[in-house]
């Protein structure tokens, strides 16, 4: 990762930085604005992602910036996946008392609730963040930030390698070889979910700098590897590439899921966590993204 971006990346996660008392007020009061009332379930599903990453980011950036010498970054990354699924399944907790404040302002009188609800809750997270600046550790510590924030890294496990070079194996487009080559030099960062012995499916990857990067250099790899788990619901398991360079590996639920299904999914708590292992190679159907959706991978 270059270091400018490496940088502004570290900035955004630390708490005494403008950069995010900015990012943090600004997604606090645009999230406000929508109404969970009025969505379809497909939006309402979004909108629930959409809070849940931001509780994520909320509790990473929080124990980044505070207690980062007692919480590993593998740690971390847990408890950032725990808050998500708390915001999650607060969800309908959370939306009601939005409803119920929105008509409390309604019938007050006030032309555009939502608005008024946005902007009090933009003021309440820049006050948060205000006075998070004045507690006594902020004023001990400075605004010092450090941009190498490399976390701890562990070799790439057998398992986790075979799936990587089958899916980078499907094709030489989409900067496969050049991902290729940043696997073979790559370390892996372990990823803890609710359960800090338990499995979790998703992995991180550190390159060395100065390898060649892939283009696009921000996206999904196109190949996706599908695959029948949890009483034979589909799940897909695909790569990250961020600034060129080979990022994740994780697993989703299935496309193919309905509304309903994703929706009742998730109100039950249930998630991919609750996969066992990852799957093995043999198991997984290749599919590569074309404009028509999902095709399998030509032999």
Do not use: K
């Amino acid at each position: 990762m270059p270091v400018s971006l490496r940088a502004s990346l570290a900035r955004l996660n630390d708490t005494r930085s403008i950069e995010h008392g900015v990012v943090w007020t600004a997604a606090n009061g645009l999230l406000m604005l929508i109404d969970p009332r009025t969505l379809t379930p497909r939006g309402r599903l979004l909108y629930r992602g959409a809070m849940a990453v931001l509780g994520a980011w909320t509790a990473w950036a929080t124990m980044r910036t505070d207690a980062r010498d007692e919480i590993a970054p593998a740690a971390r990354g847990g408890y950032s996946v725990g808050a998500a699924g708390l915001m999650m399944a607060a969800s309908e907790v959370t939306e009601g008392l939005d409803a119920r404040i929105h008509d409390a302002i309604a019938r007050r009188g006030a032309a555009r609730p939502r608005v008024a609800m946005a902007l009090g809750s933009a003021v309440l997270a820049a006050g948060t963040w205000f006075a998070g600046l004045r507690s006594p550790a902020a004023q001990a510590d400075g605004f010092a930030e450090e941009a190498d924030d490399r976390p701890e890294t562990i070799p790439v496990p057998a398992d986790v390698r075979a799936l990587v070079e089958l899916l980078l194996g499907a094709t030489d487009g989409f900067g496969a070889q050049e991902l290729r080559a940043q696997l073979a030099a790559a370390e892996a960062v372990g990823f803890e979910g609710p359960e800090p012995e338990g499995f979790w499916p998703g992995i991180g990857f550190e390159v060395p700098d100065g390898m060649p990067a892939a283009v696009p250099g921000d996206a999904n790899f196109p190949v996706v590897g599908c695959f029948s788990a949890l009483d034979g619901r589909t799940f897909e398991l695909y790569l990250t590439v961020l600034g060129g360079r080979l990022s994740t590996l994780s697993v989703s639920e299935g496309r193919a899921w309905t509304d309903d299904e994703q929706m009742a999914w998730m109100e039950a708590g249930r998630g991919v966590h609750e996969l066992p292992a990852w799957p093995a190679p043999a198991d997984l159907e290749l599919l590569i993204e074309t404009p028509s959706g999902l095709t399998p991978v030509s032999a």
